[in-house]
């Protein structure tokens, strides 16, 4: 196995890693139903262990698929790679802008109520 065909190993795996639970983690506090405040924080201490994979995972893609720009680097000139980039960035970019500023609420009434929430 060649470094460059690692690096493509590395780069699917943190792909799967990454967006895999990046599409479920939105979905574990609202279709879990929570009926108590128990059950709620359990739901977002679950998102937030969801959120660090999709982290990971993100910044070894992005890692990666600059690293393999870097060692191609007639990619730079190439659309897909620059479109790439720029959609991964604008992504990159919705949660702290759109998916935070909707848990934010959420987050501040688990911690009022009793106790600190771990998120």
Do not use: D
């Amino acid at each position: 196995m060649t470094f460059y065909e690692f690096l493509v190993f590395i780069h699917i795996f943190s792909a799967i890693l990454g967006m895999g639970p990046g599409f479920v983690m939105t979905f574990v506090v609202t279709s879990s139903n929570p009926s108590n405040m128990t059950e709620l924080r359990q739901s977002f201490a679950i998102r937030n262990k969801l959120h660090i994979l999709t982290m990971v995972g993100g910044t070894l893609l992005l890692i990666t698929g600059i690293w393999m720009g870097i060692l191609n680097t007639y990619w730079f000139s190439q659309g897909w790679y620059i479109t790439s980039l720029f959609l991964f960035l604008v992504a990159l970019a919705f949660g702290p802008t759109l998916l935070k500023s909707r848990s934010k609420p959420i987050k501040k009434s688990c911690g009022s109520i009793k106790g600190k929430i771990f998120l």
